[in-house]
């Protein structure tokens, strides 16, 4: 059947690969992004594709702008099928090297964003006791990683925000909540991080720089070897699978090395239905 779809973050990327993979489906898409004059490399990918999709501008960092979109959606179609939040920011500092600004700027897009645009759809959904909300995460939002504990907290944050709505929104609602979770993707994402490093500074001399240095050869030497980047292509059929799963998993890794690399924290609960199972149990029986 024919979904109603959002998604955030359509201007590079994992967004555009969902967008175009989504209106190949037979969905209806609108594709939102910040800065609508960014959007021509979405509009030759859907043209490349055959496809075509609704874009609208929406900045998650905004109530208004969220809002607005949202309402215009409902006003057309009168209804929202699935949220995919995609948006997001990566962040590479030390806590002591990041300013305040900043981790408040990282908390805002990649924890807040999904907060306001899923506030906004809820009571849409609640109403027509279904709906989906899909949020890109990442293995980050399982597994602390190096020079990325801003950026973790903020994904951690998804995880819980996600486990937390669907032990009682959807056995309630028939909202189904499902977190993504890849590796490495090859895509903008990884340049803009290391663009943000040098905008912010650069890698500063002090007691971390060897530190740095090593994390950063590292991540050059995994990329060259394969394995942990996938394309934005591959990560998008993952997003497509859930989208369509009769029972979404609450949720998922979209590769073998983020199965590997997030074992110690999913081998006993691969989905997130046992947690949830054992929550609702706890607190809802």
Same mark, same amino acid.
């Given at each position: 059947? %024919?979904?109603?779809?959002?998604?955030?973050?359509?201007?590079?990327?994992?967004? /555009?690969?969902?967008?175009? !993979?989504?209106? =190949?489906?037979?969905?209806?898409?609108?594709?939102?992004?910040?800065?609508?004059?960014?959007?021509?490399?979405?509009?030759?990918?859907?043209?490349?594709?055959?496809?075509?999709?609704?874009?609208? !501008?929406?900045?998650?960092?905004? *109530?208004?702008?969220?809002?607005?979109?949202?309402?215009?959606?409902?006003? #057309? $179609?009168?209804?929202?099928? &699935?949220?995919?939040?995609?948006?997001?920011?990566?962040?590479?500092?030390?806590?002591?090297?990041?300013?305040?600004?900043?981790?408040? @700027?990282?908390?805002?897009?990649?924890?807040?964003?999904?907060?306001?645009?899923?506030?906004? #759809?809820?009571?849409?959904?609640? =109403?027509?006791?279904?709906?989906?909300?899909?949020?890109? *995460?990442?293995?980050?939002?399982?597994?602390?990683?190096?020079?990325?504990?801003?950026?973790?907290?903020? =994904?951690?944050?998804? +995880?819980?925000?996600?486990?937390?709505?669907?032990?009682?929104?959807?056995?309630?609602?028939?909202?189904?909540?499902?977190?993504?979770?890849?590796?490495?993707?090859? %895509? +903008?994402?990884?340049?803009?991080?290391?663009?943000?490093? +040098?905008?912010?500074?650069?890698?500063?001399?002090?007691?971390?720089?060897? /530190?740095? !240095?090593?994390?950063?050869?590292?991540?050059? &030497?995994?990329?060259?070897?394969?394995?942990?980047? !996938?394309?934005? *292509?591959?990560?998008?059929?993952?997003?497509?699978?859930?989208? $369509?799963?009769? $029972?979404?998993?609450?949720?998922?890794?979209?590769?073998? @090395?983020? +199965?590997?690399?997030?074992?110690?924290?999913?081998?006993?609960?691969?989905?997130?239905?046992?947690?949830?199972? &054992?929550?609702?149990?706890?607190?809802? *029986?």
């Amino acid at each position: 059947m %024919s979904k109603v779809i959002l998604i955030t973050g359509t201007s590079t990327g994992l967004g /555009i690969e969902i967008a175009v !993979q989504a209106a =190949k489906a037979g969905h209806k898409v609108y594709a939102t992004m910040r800065n609508l004059a960014k959007r021509d490399t979405l509009d030759a990918a859907l043209s490349e594709a055959g496809q075509s999709a609704q874009v609208l !501008q929406l900045d998650v960092q905004d *109530s208004a702008s969220v809002n607005a979109a949202i309402d215009h959606v409902i006003a #057309v $179609e009168g209804r929202i099928d &699935a949220l995919i939040n995609n948006a997001g920011a990566g962040y590479v500092r030390t806590t002591e090297q990041a300013s305040e600004d900043d981790i408040n @700027w990282v908390m805002d897009v990649n924890f807040m964003g999904v907060v306001r645009c899923t506030k906004a #759809v809820m009571p849409h959904m609640r =109403k027509a006791r279904s709906g989906h909300v899909i949020t890109v *995460s990442s293995v980050g939002g399982l597994v602390g990683q190096p020079f990325n504990e801003i950026y973790c907290a903020a =994904k951690f944050a998804v +995880e819980g925000y996600t486990e937390a709505l669907a032990c009682y929104v959807t056995p309630n609602f028939g909202i189904n909540f499902t977190a993504i979770e890849p590796g490495g993707i090859h %895509s +903008e994402f990884a340049a803009n991080v290391m663009k943000q490093v +040098e905008a912010t500074g650069g890698m500063l001399e002090d007691e971390y720089l060897p /530190i740095l !240095q090593k994390y950063v050869g590292g991540a050059q &030497a995994r990329a060259a070897s394969g394995g942990l980047y !996938q394309t934005a *292509s591959e990560v998008a059929g993952i997003v497509m699978e859930c989208l $369509e799963a009769p $029972e979404p998993p609450i949720r998922r890794r979209t590769s073998d @090395w983020a +199965e590997h690399f997030t074992r110690f924290k999913t081998a006993a609960d691969p989905d997130g239905r046992k947690q949830q199972a &054992a929550v609702i149990s706890q607190f809802l *029986s």
